[in-house]
């Protein structure tokens, strides 16, 4: 290398893109790291709930609102602005790594294979997801192992959401449930609650976790015998019990909900 | 109520216990609503490791260290202080309902049944759990549905574990396993691995994460067939990928590690 020329014209211009978890909503459940990285961000992508949400932001910030479908351009659209050298950041309400953006942004990636958005310094930001969130509100139902499962199948047969069901519903894991239900796919929420009660006692216990973390959230304790499929929307997530699962009166007349961390294997 | 005599002596003197989630270790990755209950606590309670971890702490503030296994003892000494009026904080790295101490604290409620335990303040304050730290540094792992299962025996039958593995495998989850091996059972992450090639491609990407977010922090990704029962230990979070896991070439010569959006079903 001659001596005299700065090292920025001759080494690769690096952009940054970040996808950063917001967590369930309130700024008090955002990590710290994701704050940061939304404030040395250039450029913010997301769905514009969301980007409403991580806000407000400064005049010199590009705001690039997006429709909720719309993933995988929005990954797209991002690397193209980081490999231009822009710092960006893409936001996911929850955990980005759960049924949020990072996998898009990994599938944009592995599409494109360009040498350009690879040299992109790449990071995902980790936040509260929406299960979690409902878990510490209702108690304590994640106690003991669980699955988590999108009921969408905008992306995969409903046959392999059945078939997943089914399995954890026998092996008694408790369950967490994204996405369940959406206008475009009514009853399905509906058949896998039919699904569940094969395997689950009535009284098994339901959480019923909207929003939680805004400042509309609600939470509902319910059971798999008393839930109704217009109890819950696509903001919903849903947590069904194992057959350990329990109710604890509250002096306030509600009920905990909790999963021992012991299990007589039966 | 008479004229002249305060509120606050004939109201119940109210405790306050929160059971809060450090997430993996970084301060960076800690919820500010956990930080803010850790500042307001007069009594923190909890794992030597994670007190540390939490701190440092002002000297008004009474530190209770107790060993790793003594969940329950820890829950009812938290209650017993809280029940007398204290601001308590039980600590959990992690998320606390994650295999941690949420779920004992509320066993150890339910067990005692106290009126004074019952009108205690009781908050859970979620956090970023392991699997999740290690997911975001790897890439997506956990994009789609997933179970979280601990093969800690001490608390239930090995048959379960085994029984709930086979049926993650069959049904194409991918398994964030926490807990996977202890000096009182050597064995049994070999033979959860074993269980798991009957199911999964011997080039199936696999995680392990060890203390993310921590200054010794370290990321191995690796292989069903590759991988050993000595690169783990009690502190790794392992991630199996499903089916559809994929590895992606980074310019460093490592790998990421995905999962997308969508399954086929096969």
């Known amino acids: 290398m001659s001596a005299g020329i700065p090292l920025a014209i001759v080494a690769p211009v690096g952009g940054r893109l970040a996808v950063v978890g917001l967590g369930p909503g309130a700024a008090g459940l955002m990590a710290p790291d994701a704050r940061a990285e939304l404030d040395r961000a250039q450029d913010i992508l997301g769905y514009m709930t969301y980007v409403q949400m ?21 990954a797209r659209h991002a690397f193209t602005l980081a490999a231009a050298g822009r710092h960006v950041a893409v ?5 980005p790594g759960v049924f949020a953006m990072a996998a898009a942004v990994f599938e944009a990636l592995d599409q494109s294979r360009d040498p350009a958005w690879n040299a992109v310094e790449l990071v995902v930001l980790p936040g509260i997801s ?17 699955c988590v499962i999108s009921l969408s199948d905008n992306l995969k047969p409903w046959e392999l959401i059945e078939r997943r069901l089914a399995a954890a519903a026998a092996a008694d894991f408790v369950l ?15 058949l896998a609650l039919d699904l569940l009660r094969q395997y689950r006692a009535p009284a098994t216990p339901v959480v019923l976790g909207r929003d939680i973390g805004r ?7 319910t059971s798999l015998a008393d839930i109704r499929g217009d109890q819950v929307d696509m903001r919903t997530v849903v947590i069904v019990g194992s057959s350990t699962t329990r109710l604890l009166p509250r002096d306030d007349g509600t009920n905990w909900v909790y999963t021992p961390r012991w299990h007589d294997g039966k």
């Open 54 to 74: 991580a806000g407000p932001f400064r005049p010199d910030q590009t705001l690039h609102l997006s429709d909720n479908r719309e993933e995988l351009a929005r």
């Open 91 to 95: 936001v996911s309400s929850g955990d």
């Open 130 to 146: 929406a299960a979690q969130a409902a878990a510490a509100r209702a108690g304590a139902p994640l106690g003991h192992d669980f």
């Open 176 to 190: 967490a449930l994204y996405n369940p239900v959406s206008l475009a796919r009514p009853t399905q929420f509906d």
């Open 215 to 221: 400042p509309a959230e609600s939470l509902i304790v």
